[in-house]
């Protein structure tokens, strides 16, 4: 019986500690209608803080707390609210997902860049491990009861302050209808600004008493997506009910704490299990859970995206796989892997093009689904021994095959899910796939045969073969692969430009109108996720054929939300949106800090500064994320609409050709280096529409629109051009009436 109280006790201290972490993103989520996933990384930060402040500069413990909670926490939530999330109103669900995300990203790269990942800090309880109470036979100590105490303290403070409190009624009526209580006399973005430093100030309680009651030190990816963990707590309550939540917590605290004192010896996978129990949870609630019925669009949102015909689809995909065989001749061959792995993660990418941009459909985990891929092709399709070792086409089949069936099975129970719970589910399937399938390097047996998911934690992959064709040779896979993306990216311009490409825009738009339209939603959804999860299943083959050698730490989950959320950056609706943000995550970032790391190496004397801008990278792509508020469109959304307007100025477009040749050919023979190429000519292509405008005002830049506007987005998009009225009258035929009426009658 003690053993039970006592497991009991620890279970209820971890449910404690969850709920003061799931109670902060309740408010937020409450009085903004912005799930907030930097929430643990907020949590991170704080314990970081505390512990510089405790330990390492030696503050007392009580005056550490008071900066943690009473400046750090409330300051991070004021900034947070008043730099980015004012600036999400009128957004897609994508967008406000990833404008978090992306300050998860950068907090994460902010805390490895001011505290060392290599040293190790183990935070202490509150009044150390020797000051202990005892209730029925049950030891806790200072710090345990303190949780619980702070716990329900805040369930019961919380619970009131939304139900009888004025500033809880001002704060859920943020959400509800910010317009009427302006009209009411109060400043909705105060009042949301005053929750967000009170969420954020959660948070940090949360970080500062969370490592002390699971052990360990402090480490930035742990922490942060240990906090993710109250995820499931937050949803028991629908993120609106302070109990609910609270009860949740603490049934995933039990969970986990029986899980351990009971479970079965003989259960290697366990230590695995709890890794990802809480996200189990989260999904089984997410399946569970009631939600709203379908609804149209009250609001228009900011996004907007231009679909190409097929011809000209096509004319650039030739010209990629062109522009990669040039670009390959005048690159280091060391850096060809490096090619290859951003064409990889381009193709990966391109799953969120179909499922995002086209369906608006959210997927959060695609290098999850890439992993089952690569595992599958492993077992199935690996052939020979030694260096003639190679990977078979029926290989290659069966993982894509895996990834797609995989994709339609979590899709299945998945496919009443919406926006938030949509991404939340498919956030919980990425952590499942990397707990329990990629740390699973045990033997098992399954009828007769004894295997291993993941054998040693490293799948050594070799590459395609095809008959004649052997991938071995990294000029004919780079070329292979370029030509694959080219392939998937004119064949998801040909699907969305097709009838069911259509359907997909439609459900969309306004899921509720294409149902009354007779459209077969769950049919739209299961299909689409099948064939986007194909894609990312590809992809991922890809990739392990480029690195040749794949850990588990090739598909965790900030790699997934790092590419998606590049892949909203570039312009989630265009096929070279999926290109742009593969390549930087894929190739970019890395050739960048490589680079960086070099000339530091090579110029001790600048250490500091080099030093300091290789920190720097990580940290810019996150703030590129938190830029897309301001564009939710994407940076080559405002790109493509510059370079239109030089339809009528095609002089220009040659000499921009010509400079382009020009930078190849100094390349080519050595004048410049391939950093200096690619800065030159981005440059070149960005500047060329100010170019043209400077040089031919009149067509460039002031002639009027290059091509027609979409008549639907006339007046959303761009203010509404002169004569627009009388245009329509003509094509309405409004016109023909009003001269019909002026005629007489032939018998007056």
Request: net charge positive; charged share 10%.
């Amino acid at each position: 019986m003690t053993a039970f109280l006592t497991y009991t006790a620890l279970g209820l201290v971890l449910g404690a500690v969850y709920a003061i972490a799931a109670s902060g993103l309740v408010l937020t989520y409450n009085t903004s209608g912005i799930f907030n996933f930097a929430h643990g990384a907020q949590a991170m930060i704080g314990a970081f803080t505390y512990y510089q402040l405790d330990v390492q500069w030696g503050l007392p413990a009580w005056l550490a707390l008071v900066v943690v909670l009473g400046v750090l926490g409330p300051a991070m939530g004021l900034l947070q609210h008043a730099l980015i999330m004012r600036g999400l109103r009128d957004t897609e669900q994508i967008t406000r997902i990833v404008v978090t995300v992306a300050v998860m990203l950068g907090l994460v790269a902010l805390s490895q860049w001011l505290w060392d990942p290599q040293e190790a800090r183990v935070p202490e309880m509150f009044f150390g491990i020797d000051r202990t109470v005892t209730v029925f036979g049950v030891v806790l100590r200072y710090h345990e009861v303190i949780c619980l105490v702070i716990a329900a303290v805040l369930a019961v403070g919380l619970r009131a302050l939304f139900v009888r409190s004025r500033l809880g009624v001002l704060m859920r009526a943020t959400v509800d209808d910010p317009d009427l209580l302006s009209l009411a006399g109060h400043a909705p973005d105060r009042v949301s600004a005053r929750a967000w430093a009170l969420g954020s100030t959660l948070a940090v309680l949360a970080g500062v008493l969370t490592t002390p009651v699971i052990g360990g030190p402090l480490e930035a990816n742990a922490l942060t997506l240990l906090v993710v963990d109250a995820f499931a707590a937050a949803l028991f309550g629908r993120l609106r009910s302070i109990p609910l939540t609270f009860l949740g917590a603490v049934v995933l605290g039990l969970m986990n704490s029986y899980l351990v004192a009971y479970a079965p010896t003989d259960w290697t996978w366990v230590s695995n299990l709890r890794q990802s129990l809480a996200m189990v949870v989260l999904f089984a609630v997410l399946l569970v859970l009631r939600h709203d019925r379908l609804r149209g669009i009250a609001t228009r949102s900011r996004e907007r995206y231009e679909v190409p015909t097929v011809r000209r689809a096509a004319l650039w995909g030739g010209v990629f796989v062109l522009a990669v065989l040039a670009f390959r001749q005048i690159i280091d061959p060391s850096s060809v892997g490096l090619l290859q792995l951003g064409i990889a993660f381009a193709v990966i990418a391109l799953s969120q093009t179909l499922l995002t941009g086209y369906a608006g459909e959210l997927n959060l985990a695609p290098l999850a689904f890439a992993a089952i891929a690569t595992i599958v092709a492993f077992h199935a399709g690996v052939q020979g021994e030694g260096a003639d070792t190679r990977l078979s086409m029926g290989g290659l089949v069966a993982g894509v095959a895996a990834a797609a069936v995989t994709g339609a099975i979590v899709a299945v129970p998945a496919l009443r899910l919406r926006g938030l719970y949509l991404a939340l589910a498919t956030l919980a399937f990425g952590v499942f796939v990397s707990a329990m399938l990629l740390r699973d390097i045990e033997e098992h047996t399954l009828f007769g045969r004894t295997f291993s998911i993941f054998p040693n934690g490293n799948l050594l992959f070799p590459r395609l073969a095809i008959g004649p064709v052997d991938l071995a040779d990294d000029d004919v896979f780079l070329l292979v692969s370029a030509a694959a993306f080219a392939v998937l990216g004119i064949g998801l311009v040909a699907l969305r430009n097709s009838g069911y490409g259509r359907r997909l825009a439609a459900m969309k738009d306004s899921p509720a109108a294409s149902a009354m339209l007779g459209q077969r939603l769950l049919w739209l959804k299961l299909s689409v996720f099948a064939t986007s999860t194909a894609i990312a299943g590809l992809g991922g083959i890809l990739m392990a054929m480029a690195l040749r050698s794949v850990t588990k730490e090739h598909f965790i989950l900030t790699l997934s939300l790092s590419l998606v959320m590049l892949a909203v950056v570039s312009g989630i609706g265009y096929v070279s949106g999926a290109l742009l943000g593969g390549l930087v995550v894929g190739a970019g970032m890395t050739a960048l800090v490589t680079l960086l790391s070099d000339a530091e190496t090579a110029n001790p004397q600048f250490g500091g500064t080099l030093g300091l801008l290789a920190h720097l990278v990580p940290v810019s792509a996150a703030l590129a994320g938190i830029g897309v508020a301001r564009n939710p469109s994407g940076i080559l959304h405002d790109v493509f609409a510059a370079h239109r307007r030089l339809a009528k100025a095609p002089e220009v477009r040659y000499g921009g050709i010509a400079a382009q040749c020009a930078l190849y050919a100094l390349a080519w023979f050595g004048v410049l280096g391939t950093a200096s190429f690619l800065v030159l000519s981005a440059v070149l292509w960005l500047a060329l529409p100010r170019i043209g405008s400077a040089l031919r005002p009149q067509t460039a830049s002031g002639g009027g629109p290059a091509r027609s506007e979409v008549p639907e987005l006339v007046g959303i998009g761009a203010d509404y051009p002169s004569g627009l009225a009388d245009r329509l009258d003509e094509q309405l035929g409004i016109n023909a009436l009003r001269d019909k009426k002026r005629v007489p009658h032939a018998s007056a």
